[in-house]
Each structure stands twice: as structure tokens, then as C-alpha cells.
């Protein structure tokens, strides 16, 4: 076994027969290549990369729910493509049968490429790290100068009677 299929071992271990046949080593690195991350939505878009697809009911057998979601964003995103020309199967449950699109594959080759490199790189001689720099010294905070809020010598607010505190401007009755 790889280690791509050793992420999916507790899968694989009670793979029932109802559930058709494994999905190969090749289905699981292309959607791991379409940027899945390995688990349960990995695998229910690898069983639709199978041959025979996969229906609903099969996928919530192998993952125990529903896993529909990263599959569905996979075909918005024209990475995948769903094959209308599936048949339901024998319970009459639609079928998901998946095929990788133009776009998709060249998604699944860049990413192969970039885990050459990455491998590549892994493989050289590990360069030296770079001394640290030390951080700089923060200086303290300056204390915000307060407001000046007085009013000028001689001046009173308008509108206020300093000695009552109420308003000095009386409205006058407009009488008829």
C-alpha cells in the first residue's frame, strides 16, 4: 500500500460489496491532485470516478454522511464533470459518475509537478538558516495632550443664561 492509500485504510478494511469496487490508487492521486485534502469527501469523489460512479446511498455506507458538498464545488468549478449518461441504479438512486475535465487536468498536473519540486527540494542539501534579527526596542506610548475645551475670556455660550442655566432666547407670542 502507498501512502495515499494508507490515509483511507479504515475505509478500505470494511469495504462492503454492496459498495462496488475500491476506488484505485490513480482516482484517489487525482482528487488529492484537485486539491482535496484526504477523507471522507476525497473519497466519495474518487467512488465517482469509478467506472460504475457512485449513488448516494453508497457514499453514505462508506463515509457514514452525506458528502456532496466539496463534489458539487469541484463541478461548479468545471474541475470535474458530471456524466448525465448514467443510469440510475438497480434501488433506481441517481448516480454520480464524475470525469475530470481539461481544466481539472491541468490542475492535477500542476499539482504532481509541485510535489516534485517539493520532493526535489526535500532531497537537496538543506540550506542554512538565516541569523534572526533582533527585534527593535518599542518606545513608550506618549500620553495624549488634552483638549482644550475652555471658552475665551468674556465670552458666554450661546443660548444659556449663566445664571439660571436656562435659555435666553425667549420666543415671542406671534399674536394675530
Known amino acids: ?16 460489496k454492496a459498495l462496488g469496487s475500491k476506488p484505485t490508487e490513480a482516482q484517489l492521486t487525482a482528487v488529492h491532485g484537485l ?7 476525497a473519497l466519495a469523489i474518487a467512488m465517482g470516478l ?5 449513488s448516494n446511498a453508497q457514499i453514505i ?5 452525506p458528502q456532496l458538498n466539496k463534489m458539487r464545488g469541484l463541478i461548479t468549478d468545471a474541475f470535474l464533470k458530471r456524466d448525465m449518461s448514467a443510469p440510475p441504479n438497480d ?9 475530470v475535465t481539461k481544466k481539472g487536468e491541468a490542475r492535477i498536473e ?9 520532493e526535489a527540494a526535500g532531497e537537496a542539501a538543506p540550506a542554512e538558516k ?18 482644550v475645551t475652555s471658552e475665551p475670556e468674556g465670552v458666554e455660550p450661546v443660548g444659556f443664561d449663566s445664571d439660571a442655566g436656562a435659555t435666553s432666547v425667549e420666543l415671542d407670542a406671534v399674536t394675530e
Open 1 to 16: 500500500m502507498s501512502n495515499i492509500t494508507n490515509a483511507y485504510a479504515p475505509f478500505f478494511k470494511n469495504w462492503a
Open 35 to 41: 486539491g482535496c485534502r484526504p477523507g471522507k469527501q
Open 50 to 54: 469509478r467506472d460504475t460512479g457512485v
Open 61 to 65: 455506507q462508506a463515509c457514514g454522511n
Open 91 to 99: 434501488a433506481g438512486h441517481t448516480v454520480y459518475k464524475l470525469v
Open 110 to 118: 500542476r499539482a504532481a509537478k509541485a510535489a516534485a519540486a517539493l
Open 130 to 147: 538565516p541569523a534572526k534579527v533582533k527585534a527593535k526596542a518599542k518606545g513608550k506610548a506618549k500620553k495624549a495632550k488634552p483638549a
